[in-house]
């Protein structure tokens, strides 16, 4: 059979009729539509709830770790020139973040104010002459990869202008490595429960559309007896689909809004241990458009998506001989 | 217009075929009534010249479409060629009166200048004017039987084929429905009617085919409806 080749003017015509028939098909069909949203709401929100969790707890490991640094104690006999060498030699470590220098005179004045307390240290210490080292303190970008700043330190030539071992060494370098560890495999555990947790939302979105137009198989059914094609049967099930996803995904940004600015006292007061709760909601005021846009394009991706697969087995000319 | 030649569909090889080396011609403009007993194969026949089903043997020809070299992809342009009218209605649950029968033109992409100018000559025709913005579900059964014929013809095919339109309608509502297929079938449609309705078949006094077992029975010019 000879198909008229469509002109762009038929096309827009189809896309108007498609765009306007999911439209329809949403006000006229609400039960479905919000049993459906309702799902996609949940299952969005919770999603952006472990979003946020991931990155309050990434923060807090993040403010742990930023205090983690390694300080390289210096003899007296050091010379300036050498000490700049030294510094500058550091640097020049990809790890490196910062290099800071704490003189003999400095290292006395942090000594003396941190026992500003203990009468007898001070009585102690004022009565010798300064013993405390002039240090090096060197902050690494990444903690798990600290050796390679280690081994440089730790080279024969630039040991000689050490007077004792880096911070980096003995019980505190255990108590580094462990908190290294444990960051790290919570960091990747929480990566990993969000990417498992948006899978799962993306499977239980899928079977309730898939639910919302197995209800609709029989139209689907007299559509095709009709004799209209297939985008033209599908089309109106994706835009709607589409608008379920628009609608949960910006009422779940609207709910986890309300919910942050509701409990924006209490988060500000509160603390968990260790654990920043009133960063969740900086991080989600900072990333606000970001979360808007990304949900909302996930939520239309799903949705258009599901309904793509789930129109697919009635869609079929299954005919046979 | 209409041609099968040795039609046989087997839908269970265990069984016996629901039509059986079935050959018939229809003429343009003719109205032919299919008649059976349930289960004789009137439906697959309906279903083989919708291409819903494909014939195990033999050739079937509609409007110079040859099925057996027709492709899945050209399947919805011969269906927009032939009108359908079905014994449940296959109304749109969700569409008006206006919508079901809008539809039939929008998928084969007629400007909506048009459908605004066909519609409402063809509700004159089925009797249903004023009745656009109801939804199917405030219908009654010829009303809704009446919509279904208005979205058959509103395309205007050559050919339409209607099995057991009258099946589920009081004696009255049956007769208004076969009426407007008589109007039509005057318009130059070639119509292809099935029912088991002894009085429809003995008023109208048209060609009739007696299908009984799957196999054609009879073919006469004009007939009675003869026990089967």
């Known amino acids: ?321 | 217009m209409i041609l099968l030649d040795r039609v046989t569909k087997i839908y269970n090889k265990d069984a016996a075929p629901a039509l059986e080396r079935v050959s018939l011609h229809v003429e343009p403009k003719e109205f032919v009534i299919i008649v059976g007993a349930s289960g004789a194969g009137k439906s697959t026949l309906f279903k083989l010249l919708t291409r819903e089903e494909k014939p195990t043997s033999g050739k079937i020809i509609v409007g110079g479409i040859d099925y057996e070299t027709l492709k899945d992809k050209d399947i919805p342009l011969l269906r927009r060629k032939i009108g359908t009218v079905f014994q449940d209605f296959k109304l749109l649950p969700n569409k008006t009166v206006f919508e079901n029968i809008a539809y039939a033109l929008e998928i084969a992409g007629t400007s909506k200048r048009e459908i605004d100018h066909t519609i409402p000559k063809v509700l004159d025709i089925v009797g249903l004017k004023g009745k656009e913005k109801n939804m199917p579900t405030e219908l009654s059964g010829g009303e809704r039987q009446r919509v279904a014929i208005a979205r058959a013809i509103v395309r205007q095919p050559k050919i339409l084929i209607a099995d057991e339109p009258t099946g589920n309608l009081d004696p009255k509502h049956a007769w208004d429905i076969i009426s407007v297929l008589e109007k039509i079938n005057r318009f130059g449609t070639t119509v292809l009617l099935t029912t088991h309705n002894q009085d429809i078949v003995n008023k109208l006094k048209r060609r009739v085919i007696t299908i009984k077992d799957g196999k054609v029975a009879s073919d006469q010019a004009t007939s009675g409806y003869k026990s089967i």
Not at chain 1, 25 to 49: D, G, K, Q
Not at chain 1, 131 to 146: F, H
Not at chain 1, 151 to 168: A, C, G, H, R
Not at chain 1, 290 to 312: E, H
Request: charged content about 20%; aromatic content about 8%; glycine content about 4%.
């Open chain 1, 1 to 321: 059979m000879k198909h008229k080749p469509k002109t762009t003017n038929h096309r827009l015509t189809e896309l108007g009729r498609i765009v306007k028939t999911g439209c329809i098909n949403f006000v006229r069909n609400p039960w479905l539509a919000i049993a459906a949203m309702a799902m996609m709401l949940v299952t969005l929100t919770i999603t952006l709830f472990l979003i946020i969790a991931n990155a309050t707890f990434g923060n807090t490991v993040q403010q742990i770790t930023d205090k983690i640094d390694i300080s390289v104690y210096l003899k007296d006999s050091v010379t300036e020139s050498q000490r700049s060498d030294f510094i500058g030699d550091i640097k020049q470590i990809p790890n490196v973040k910062s290099v800071s220098y704490l003189s003999k005179d400095d290292a006395l004045e942090a000594y003396k104010q941190q026992n500003a307390s203990n009468t007898d240290l001070l009585v102690a210490i004022s009565q010798t002459d300064n013993p405390l080292p002039a240090s090096i303190q060197i902050k690494p970008k990444d903690v798990n990869n600290i050796d390679a700043i280690k081994n440089f330190i730790e080279k024969p030539e630039n040991k000689e202008l050490q007077s004792d071992e880096t911070s980096y060494s003995g019980d505190r370098k255990e108590a580094i490595d462990k908190i290294t560890h444990a960051t790290r495999f919570m960091r990747e555990t929480a990566v990993i429960g969000v990417v498992i947790f948006t899978i799962i939302s993306a499977l239980i979105i899928f079977n309730t559309i898939q639910m919302a137009i197995f209800n609709r198989r029989d139209e689907i059914h007299i559509m095709r007896l009709l004799g209209a094609n297939t985008n033209y049967i599908r089309g109106p099930f994706v835009v709607e689909t589409m608008l379920y996803g628009i609608i949960a995904a910006v009422a779940s940004i609207i709910l986890v809004g309300s919910l942050f600015r509701l409990t924006s006292s209490t988060f500000e007061a509160s603390s968990l241990g260790l654990l920043d709760i009133s960063y969740a909601s900086r991080y989600f005021s900072k990333n606000f458009w970001f979360i808007l846009t990304g949900q909302t394009i996930i939520g239309i991706l799903i949705g258009a998506v599901s309904s793509i697969i789930a129109t697919k087995r009635y869609l079929k000319f299954k005919a046979v001989k």
